[in-house]
Each structure stands twice: as C-alpha cells, then as structure tokens.
C-alpha cells in the first residue's frame, strides 16, 4: 500500500496521471489555433482561438453588422472537473457554462452538458479543405433545435 502510494505521488510529481492526460488531449486541439472569418445573411463573424500552450485554450467569438457589433462570447477550452476537458462559454460576458468533452480527436470535439437549457451540445471540427464548422444543439420546446456556423483562416496581414 506505502508502495503504490509513493509510486502514485511520484507519478503525479512528474506529470503523469488525470492532469497530464487531459493536457495531452488539449493539444489534440490545435487546429483552432487562429482568427476565423465567415458572413452569413450580413453578419460577419469573427472566432480567435489561442494556442493549447500552457494547459488551455482562450478564445472570443464576434459578431457584426452594418458596422456594429451586435453579440460576443467569451471562452475557454481546459481541465476541469476531476481532469475532463471542458468547454467554458461566457456568451455576452455572462457566468461561464461549461459543457464537458465525449469526443476528442484531431479534427473534431463535441462538448455536452445535458442539464443546460440549451444548447446541450457544442461541436467543432475542420473539414479537409479548411474550412472550421461549429456547431450548437439541443431541445428546444420539445425538438432539436441548431446553429451552425462556417469559418474561413483569416489571412495575415
């Protein structure tokens, strides 16, 4: 029992265990890295997500019309929740939700939290030509409601 204890924390000490699990998996999310641009129906959209270095994501989401923004959210990608990664979205600079991974590979995530209103769901993944979708769902007055939106990489300038 002293054995395996003393195993288990010099373990811990020297990254391995739940935490450095789920660092590893942050990293599998590098393809977000970077500002994407879309328009739809005349709003142009703008996502900037951070780098994984460090154990997290950071990111913000814009919205604009006719010159003027007209939504914004907040968010976060880390461990959290006995070293599950998670999703942290402040829409309009309200409390974060955080909404837990069931899925993870190198070009998709899907995040859920069933017991939030709506969405329920929030899902990322790039398609092979580049492009970012993402997308939101859950039950709305009993039938599955979704958003979806579609970036392109930003260019430098």
Not at 52 to 70: E, N, Q, S, Y
Not at 77 to 97: E, I, T, W
Not at 112 to 137: C, T
């Amino acid at each position: 029992m002293r054995l395996s204890m003393l195993l288990l924390v010099a373990g811990l000490s020297l990254g391995y265990g739940p935490a450095a699990a789920a660092e590893t998996n942050l990293d599998r999310l590098a393809w977000l890295e970077g500002t994407w641009v879309g328009v739809t129906n005349g709003v142009t959209m703008e996502e900037t997500w951070s780098s994984p270095a460090g154990g997290g994501l950071v990111g913000m989401h814009k919205d604009t019309k006719a010159g003027r923004m007209i939504s914004f959210e907040f968010f976060r990608v880390v461990p959290h929740d006995s070293s599950r990664v998670c999703y942290l979205a402040s829409p309009l600079g309200k409390q974060a939700v955080a909404f837990c991974a069931i899925e993870l590979t190198d070009r998709r995530v899907v995040f859920e939290n069933l017991q939030h209103d709506f969405p329920q769901r929030v899902m990322y993944w790039l398609e092979p030509d580049g492009r970012l979708h993402a997308r939101i769902e859950g039950m709305q007055a009993g039938k599955l409601g979704s958003h979806d939106w579609v970036w392109t990489r930003k260019k430098a300038r």
